[in-house]
């Protein structure tokens, strides 16, 4: 990755992004260049794709993407492939554009080997969340580590109802698998979509305070071991060892130190 240190958010000095979840739905032609362009302006962006079954042989349907201060959702099910060649792509594979994610694995392969993109400079925030535990784990004994999904993490970390509801309502939707691929799509998906990139901005704010230091160089390889966890392996089992696999250790090849001592978590397929 390109980033040297902590994101500086555009008009955003506190790191909490988008005041609300009112979004941006972009479902025509001519909507794409003034929110691309919009976009373009942003070192540091919120990402997040939703679909069913997302990965390789999953099928997209939302590209969520917040700057500090508006909310994009881009229905690829409407715009089709041809959004990334519109901009779209530049901006997912830019290494000087920060991009906040929570677990990108299953996006990553998604994006690769169905659109050709590929993703780059991603900040993870489970990784921040997990070197957060290992913060607090050094006065506090703890075998295994915990690792939260994003839901756990607004929970803990950000405490904001709104979010929390949002994000709750649209997964009781989610029991069938193809509800994002439902058009129109409803009003609580869309939100739902919204608020997760939201509160990408707010969790970061919350868990900053241990990117610095070492721990930035950590979680720059970190992430990129996470963007490349599905999308290098030339085919996929999808069974419950692929979900659930031990990450080996790590290592910076310039430093060769570990990132993480990966052995100590277990890391598993989480809800989003």
Known sequence: MATAGPPQERGDPGGMGPASCHYRLIDKESQIKPALDDIGRSPIIGVDCEGEALSRRGKLSVISIAT??????????????????????GILEDTARQKLMFDCRQDSDCLMHQYGVKLANVLDLQLLQML???????????????????????????????????????????????????????????KYAACDVMGFFKLYGELKHVYSGHNVQRLRVASDVYLD????????????????????????????????????????????
């Open 229 to 272: 966890f599905f999308r290098s392996r030339p085919s996929r089992l999808y069974d419950e060892y692929e979900a659930n696999a031990f990450f080996a250790n790590v290592r910076d090849p310039r430093q060769g130190e570990p990132p993480f001592s990966f052995s100590s978590y277990r890391v598993r397929r989480l809800p989003s």
């Open 132 to 190: 957060d535990q290992e913060f607090e784990q050094s006065t506090i004994l703890e075998e295994h580590p915990r690792v939260e999904s994003f839901l756990s993490c607004l929970k803990e970390y950000v405490k904001d109802e709104d979010l929390i509801k949002a994000k709750e309502e649209g997964k009781e939707k989610m029991h069938r698998t193809d509800v994002w691929l439902e058009r129109p799509l409803s009003g609580v998906m869309l």
């Open 68 to 89: 500090a201060d508006q909310i994009y959702l881009f229905d690829i099910v409407v715009l089709g492939k041809g959004i990334f060649d519109e901009g779209l792509r």
